[in-house]
C-alpha cells in the first residue's frame, strides 16, 4: 500500500492557498494543433464539479489526450481529491512529477510508473488527471504544465468589446468577520465565462450559498479574472483591511 503525506502536501503549498478558479472551461483552441472533439460534465449532489475534455492531434488522429478537471470547494478539498486518487494506483508509489521531470507543476503533482503519459496534480481548488488514450503514447507533461499556467496567470483586461464586464465584485460583511461573502456579477456577450480569484492573503472556501473569503492577517487585495470561450479578458481588484 502507498502511503502519501497529506500533511507534507499542505506544508509546501503556497501560491494555491490564495487562489480559487470557478467554473474552468477550455474551448478548444488552447492548445496548437490540437482538436477538441468531445466534452462529459459529470454532475453530483456535491460542491465536486468533473469535466472530462477529449483532444486530438489535429495532424496525428493516434496521439489523443484526456483530461479530467475536478473542481473543489477548497484547496484543502482538492488535496484530499488527490489523495484519493492517488491511492487507486496499483503502484507501490507514484513518482513525483518533478522527480520525473526536474520541473515544478502544481502544488503537488505526480506522474505514472511507466513514464509522462500519465499526470495528476492539483493547484489550489483544481485536481487535473491527464492521460495519453491514442494509439500512439505521448508525454502529457506539456499540457499538464500549459494548464497549470492558466490556473495561475493574471492576464490583463483585454480593453475589447468581445471582453466580459464585472459590474459587480464587492465583499459582503463586517472586515471583523472570520469569513466574508465574495458577491459577484460579470456579464459577458459571450456568455461562457470561468472566473479565477487571488488574494494577497487568507483563502476561499465555497459553500451551498456561493464563495467567502476567510481573511489572513493585514491589509491586502483580492483580484478576480474573468476569461470567456473567445480568451478575452477582464480584471477587477478590491482592497481589504483588518
Not at 119 to 141: M, Q
Not at 180 to 200: A, G, H, I, Y
Not at 201 to 226: A, E, K, R, Y
Amino acid at each position: 500500500m502507498a502511503t502519501y503525506d497529506i500533511d507534507s502536501w499542505a506544508n509546501q503549498t503556497k501560491e494555491g492557498k490564495n487562489i480559487f478558479i470557478w467554473d474552468f472551461l477550455l474551448n478548444g483552441s488552447e492548445f496548437s494543433g490540437w482538436k477538441l472533439y468531445d466534452v462529459q460534465v459529470e454532475t453530483s449532489d456535491s460542491l465536486q464539479k468533473k469535466v472530462e475534455y477529449y483532444c486530438q492531434n489535429s495532424e496525428n488522429k493516434a496521439e489523443a489526450v484526456k483530461i479530467d478537471v475536478i473542481q473543489n470547494p477548497s484547496w484543502q478539498a482538492a488535496q484530499k481529491t488527490l489523495l484519493d486518487l492517488v491511492k487507486d494506483h496499483m503502484a507501490k508509489e507514484l513518482p513525483p512529477f518533478s522527480a520525473s521531470t526536474k520541473r515544478s507543476l502544481g502544488d503537488v503533482a505526480y506522474t505514472g510508473t511507466t513514464g509522462i503519459h500519465h499526470v495528476l496534480f492539483s493547484r489550489a481548488n483544481i485536481v487535473v488527471v491527464l492521460n495519453t488514450i491514442g494509439d500512439k503514447d505521448i508525454d502529457v507533461a506539456k499540457f499538464a504544465e500549459q494548464l497549470d499556467g492558466m490556473f495561475t496567470s493574471k492576464p490583463e483586461s483585454s480593453n475589447a468589446k468581445f471582453s466580459p464586464d464585472i459590474y459587480v465584485f464587492e465583499l459582503v460583511g463586517n472586515k471583523s468577520d472570520q469569513r466574508q461573502r465574495v458577491r459577484f456579477e460579470v456579464v459577458d456577450p459571450v456568455q461562457n465565462v470561468w472566473l479565477k480569484f487571488f488574494c494577497t492573503h487568507g483563502q476561499f472556501l465555497q459553500d451551498s450559498d456561493g464563495l467567502s473569503w476567510l481573511p489572513g492577517n493585514g491589509d491586502g487585495q483580492i483580484t478576480l479574472v474573468v476569461t470567456n470561450s473567445r480568451g478575452f479578458s477582464s480584471s477587477k481588484t478590491i482592497n481589504t483591511m483588518r
